[in-house]
């Protein structure tokens, strides 16, 4: 039998393209080797937000302490969390093959690589299909010379205790979260960061603010620093030497970007070629270098989010067995990093726009949020707006706030839709809130 699609990788790109193929009438194959849902539901987004739920207790506790609250003796049993997290992770990977199966699609377990462009072979099978999605993602990039002694964020979500001390590498997304989260669980943490800012591509103002906030928490950021040597004094015990210091930690977590799943498939045997950093070069509607074959998500490292892999996947499906061009808007990508507290952005930040040449001004406002009334410390909440001179238009927000997260998906509507600032200022505020300053501002 010759499928109308095969897709390799079911994760959550690759399982949405093969359920909207399968809903408009075509024989669709997906191909996973490891558990259904991917690096998002795996060892991703969705254990790590629950991660940063448990770690929010202390937060909460700290406040509300604030309030008269005689706040107890309390423990976390973290070998209880993590099994209440695994079990949880093993429902959701129950859903997604029941997704797959309740849409007739054929689940072939196991990897696939290319024998040519209309045929790939899983284990001894020999399969073929028209048309074929490559869905595999990424996986974490390690430096291979401390490979030894150093953890991916594929271990950390297995961590059998908390360590006492945590050092990790890396100022991007998964830095950050993993240095807040662990921070607020009582871990003392060390971030070594080669470059001058974390989260550099962030607006300046709100990552400074972050930078700051994580200080007073007790993290120490080590900026333009690398990592010379690594020495294991026992088990859980490891000197750093850096480039200016040298530390003692318990745990080594990388987090220094991640690098395309695509050694195994044979794409040459299909003619798909490859960018320079590995990834496979696709065109602005998905295709590959062969107009049969698409791929999507992080394996095309075209902005690495899951709801960036399920919305080309859609895309891909639609077109392809719809004929339908589904609307998307990948200049404006609402993102958060889930930071303590958070921060999150869409849209441009004012150098950007200028680097493009568009005349703009920002409005921000800074302020302690009400929830924190009775606390010492200052303003935890920052609001920034880019707006666009002539036509008025909002075309960046960037948030840093306890809730930044949900705030941004609702600014991205805004920026998305073109709304202007004279739109925000005619909008009644809701009071007493945060958001409200947004109208005010
Ligand atoms: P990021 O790209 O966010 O950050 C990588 C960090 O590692 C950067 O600070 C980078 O430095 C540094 N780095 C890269 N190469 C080296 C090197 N050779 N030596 C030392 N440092 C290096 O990647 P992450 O690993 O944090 O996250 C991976 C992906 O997962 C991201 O693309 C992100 O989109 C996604 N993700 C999204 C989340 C969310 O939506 N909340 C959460 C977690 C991950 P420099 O800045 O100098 O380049």
Redesign the pocket.
């Known amino acids: 039998m010759i499928y109308d699609l095969i897709v390799i990788g079911a994760g959550s790109g690759g399982v949405r393209s093969a359920r909207i193929a399968s809903s408009h009438g075509a024989k669709v194959a997906i191909i996973e080797g490891n558990k259904f849902g991917g ?1 998002c539901v795996n060892v ?2 969705v254990p ?1 937000k629950l991660f940063y739920y448990v770690s929010q207790f202390n937060k909460d506790m700290e406040n509300y302490s604030s309030y008269g609250w005689d706040v107890g003796f309390s423990k976390l049993n973290w070998k209880k969390f993590i099994k209440k997290k695994d079990n949880e992770i093993n429902r959701l990977n129950g859903i997604y093959r029941n997704i797959l199966t309740k849409n007739k699609i054929t689940i072939i377990e196991g990897y696939a690589s290319f024998i040519d462009k209309n045929t790939i072979k899983v284990g001894k099978k020999i399969i073929k299909a028209k048309k074929f999605i490559i869905a595999t993602g ?1 996986k ?2 390690i ?1 291979e010379e401390f490979k030894n002694y150093i953890h991916s ?1 594929d271990d950390i979500f297995q961590l059998p205790q908390l360590p006492k001390k945590m050092t990790i ?9 993993f240095a807040c989260i662990f921070s607020n669980l009582g871990v003392k943490i060390d971030i ?4 001058d800012r ?4 962030f607006d300046k103002d709100i990552t400074e603010r972050l930078q700051e906030i994580m200080k007073k928490s007790k993290i120490k950021i080590h900026l333009n620093s ?1 990592i010379k040597d690594i020495k294991k004094i026992d088990k859980n015990n490891y000197e750093m030497e850096l480039n200016k210091k040298r530390i003692k930690t318990n745990y080594i977590l990388s ?4 690098i395309p799943n695509v050694q195994n498939l044979d794409l040459n045997k299909a003619k798909i070629q490859i960018n320079d950093d590995g990834s496979i070069k696709a065109n602005r509607v998905f295709q590959t270098t062969n107009e049969d074959i698409y791929a999507l998500g ?1 394996v095309i490292n075209y ?4 709801p960036m892999a399920i919305r080309q996947g859609h895309y891909i499906s639609e077109k392809l067995f719809n004929k339908k061009n589904l609307q998307y808007d990948f200049k404006n990508v609402p ?4 930071s303590s507290p958070q921060l999150a952005t869409v849209g441009l930040t004012l150098e950007a726009a200028k680097l493009n040449r568009i005349d703009c001004y920002e409005l921000k406002t800074e302020f302690k949020s009400m929830k924190k009334s009775f606390r010492k410390e200052n303003n935890d909440t920052f609001y920034k707006l880019v707006i666009e001179k002539n036509t008025k238009k909002v075309i960046g927000a960037h948030i840093l706030s306890d809730d930044a ?1 949900e705030l941004i998906q609702l600014l991205g509507v805004l920026v998305v839709s073109g709304a202007t600032i004279d739109d925000f200022k005619k909008t009644v505020a809701v009071h007493p809130t945060s958001s409200e300053e947004l109208i005010t501002i």
């Open positions: 690096t991703g987004c790590k990424s974490p990039r430096a964020s590498l890396g100022g991007g997304y998964i830095a950050i979260e070594i960061y080669r470059g974390i989260l550099k591509d690398h987090a220094i970007g991640r992080d902005i690495n989010l899951t993102t958060a990093v889930f997260g």
